[in-house]
């Protein structure tokens, strides 16, 4: 019988691990080693904030000042307590430094030297973002009192010592080199050896040269030893003959394949304590950035196991053959165990293929999981289990209960596919058809992308062994319908790129004339710019694309991944240079959405939402600005002049629409084709719009509308910087979003002209210099619209490679 054991107290099983000697590092000095992740998430989000914060650091903030003034308050004899703090994080580091090398465990001695190193040089780099120089060194390493250093050299190797040893040692040393850490950082600001933007740019430099080390060389993966694996089934009550690495290893969950004493083959999924970042990281990973089929979405590692016992147990109920739950627990270091009794053989390790009725087995499956609520979202043969002459499914980590009609349709594409690989195409239609009906196979279509697909099933499209597009023509034609057509996609022409490069040529003798542009003054102005705060500069103005990414999710009616729609936005950048209209724009979203089972209504409908969430977040910032601080540009608009002369072509405009509506309306076939048209417009805008009143979507939309306004910003005041003539970030947000309106009402392709102009007469407003500030605009407008294209040209390739447009 299944089941989940549990002591009679109902308390949690905890298997006592503990009693060993206390162990210093996690892992055998043999463990392998892999690239994560979450530490190349872990090496951009550090490098910005502290790009942000160094940016920030000088004039010192109202945060920092309040910060200074409440350790002045505190009593002069807590300096003792302070001082003790201070030395004992230096300690610690010394200690953690000084392990491996005790203990023979050289590749970690390695990484923390190279960090230590690594971690020098950005603090140099910070410091001379600061003042233009780096300052005494062994003061600042060595000091506990004023002046205040920025960043702290003391802080950044202590912590960079700690945070690169952390994937190699146990729990316990991590939370206390991490506290101690911490206290110490504290300690010092307290004692007037660093400020608060000092500290927190100490850390983001130790993270910085932490995760730069673990990307290049690798970091254990923390999993657990199979001694330690064995003993804990052990007293889990499960004995075993034999216990061996699986094969195959599932994304943030370390599987173990074992045979118990009766000979029943058991599979063990360990969430251990220690590979618990490898966990969070490959999941958010997967189920972010590609939005993988089936990858689950639950950080806690005893709430995966509990999510993944329970559907599985409710699979069977509903009468899906699966794996046997044998037992599940958590050990007193926190690692969660759930054993799994496997039934039967994968259908992809199978003889005969699961036999000539897999097709009408696999749909009778499926009917019967959909029946009881719950989408598996990866139905293929690496997870079909064949059982007696039945079909069954396993690992239920990313299945989910109160199934949506878009996971049920995703689970029926799979099925499609799997039936497809293995008996044709053909076959594989009719079982679906007898299965679904027309109606349910039409209602399908729309999915049959190959981003609904899991990896394993897109590998048979890459290798040629399915025709997802001649499987969808197919099916259309059985269920006597018309497949989803796809908008077509405009290709670059020669008329294009000269309607490029003509605007280009008149931008710089337009400005050349009416700034006066002194070449020689301008090109000394670029040759003395600080050049790293130059290359910063062109690192942020790449990541409001990112951010773009963020608010494209938030519009958008289904779920999607966020790797393809970054893409999407490089994407966005090359068409705009190549095929400069709005048309072309409007097309290649509208192909993407489409990829992903998203009407073509609907999707024109989210780029409208996402451009509206554009415009509120432009106009949110431009009040705050205009009505809570004193910036302005000193600009004077003759609006009754400016309406005055529009007028004639308003009026002219207003004629041409009443006399379309006229003729519309007397034509009576027109006439219904427009109004079965709008009908059906606004039916699918209104589905795709009523989705917003989720706030996570709201949220995405507006958050990530902000966040690219700000980085914009953000990029053009490090270029001002950069030459020399700093401005504030709020002069530069004024500034930036004023002249973006205003090139949104020229009909010019990329703002291109309007956009250098306007750029140019605002930050001269603010108090730049002429040619500086021609610099400082041909620089942002070169990193921020005329490179984009070159790696959007690319990203274009990849959408349509891996079928996305």
Known sequence: MDHVSAPADQRPLRVDLLRRPPRLFATPA?????????????????????????????????????????????????????????????????????????????SVARDVALAA?????????????????????WEALTAAAPPAW???????????????????????????GLWVVGAGSWALVALGATSALGAVAGFLVAGSAAAAVHLLLGSSAGRPGLELVRDALAQLGVATRTVGVADRQQAGVFVVDAVGVTGDDLVVKVYGRDAQDTAVGATLWRRVWYREAGSPLRVGRLQQV?????????????????????????????????????????????????????????????????????????????????????????????ATVAATDSQRRTDELQALVTTA?????????????????????????????????TARQRRWVADGEVDIDGLRTAAATTADTTPPDLIELRRVTIGSLVRFVLPVVAVVLLLSELAGLDYGE????????????????????????FSQAISTLGASPVPLPLGPVYALQLAVSYINVAIPTGVARVAVNVRFFQRHGVPPAA??????????????????????????????????????????????????????????????????????????????????????????????????????????????????????????????????????????????????????????????FGLVQAGVPEETALATVLLYRMASFYLPPTWGFFALRWLERNEQL
């Open 30 to 106: 043999d463990e392998p080693r892999a690239r994560r992740v979450g530490d190349a998430i872990q090496l951009g989000a550090c490098l910005a904030l502290l790009a942000v914060v160094t940016f920030a650091a000088s004039p010192a903030p109202g945060f920092e000042r309040a910060v200074t003034r409440l350790v002045d308050a505190l009593p002069p004899f807590l300096d003792t307590v302070w001082q003790v703090l201070a030395d004992g994080a230096a300690l610690v580091a010394l200690v953690v430094a000084a392990s491996p090398i005790l203990h023979r465990r050289w």
């Open 117 to 137: 190193v690594v971690a020098a040089v950005l603090w140099l780099a910070a410091r001379r973002g600061i003042d233009g120089a780096g300052g005494a060194r």
């Open 150 to 176: 920025y960043p702290s050299l003391r802080l950044a190797l202590v912590a960079t010592v700690v945070l690169t040893a952390l994937p190699h040692v146990t729990l316990p040393m991590r939370r206390l």
């Open 306 to 398: 509990e999510h993944e016992a329970f559907l599985t147990l409710f699979a069977r109920q509903a009468g899906v053959a699966s794996d046997h739950v044998v037992t599940a627990g958590a050990t007193a270091s926190d690692d969660a165990l759930l054993v799994l009794r496997r039934r039967g053989v994968l259908l992809a390790e199978a003889d005969d293929g699961g036999g000539p009725d897999v097709p009408a087995g696999v749909w009778d499956l499926l009917r019967r999981l959909h029946d009881a609520g719950v989408a598996h979202g990866q139905v293929d043969d690496r997870h079909l289990l064949v059982a007696d002459g039945e079909l069954g499914l396993v690992d239920f980590r990313g």
């Open 421 to 453: 690989h293995l008996v044709g195409s053909d076959r594989a239609v009719a079982a679906a058809l007898d299965a679904l009906g027309p109606d349910e196979l039409t209602a399908m279509l729309p999915y049959v992308q190959r981003v609904m697909l």
């Open 522 to 545: 301008f090109a000394n102005q670029v040759q003395d710019s600080t050049w790293w705060l130059v290359a910063v500069g062109f690192l942020v103005t790449q990541l409001p694309r």
């Open 603 to 760: 999707a024109v409908a989210s780029g409208a939402i996402d451009g509206f969430g554009g415009f509120v977040a432009q106009a949110a910032i431009l009040a705050g600005l205009l009505l809570f601080t004193g910036a302005s540009l000193d600009v004077d608009v003759d609006a009754q002049g400016a309406f005055e002369s529009a007028w004639p072509m308003l009026a002219v405009a207003l004629g041409v629409a009443a006399t379309s509506i006229a003729v519309v309306a007397a034509v009576g076939r027109w006439r219904r084709f427009v109004v079965g048209w709008a009908g059906r417009l606004g039916r699918e805008a209104w589905q795709a719009a009523s989705g917003l009143r989720s706030p996570r979507r709201v949220a995405q939309l507006l958050g990530g509308n902000l966040a690219t306004e700000v980085l914009f910003a953000l990029a053009l005041a490090t270029f001002a910087r950069a030459l020399g003539s700093p401005v504030g970030l709020g002069t530069a947000l004024l500034v930036n979003i004023s002249v973006a309106l205003l090139a949104g009402l020229v009909p010019v392709p990329g703002g291109i002209g309007v956009a250098e102009g306007g750029l140019t």
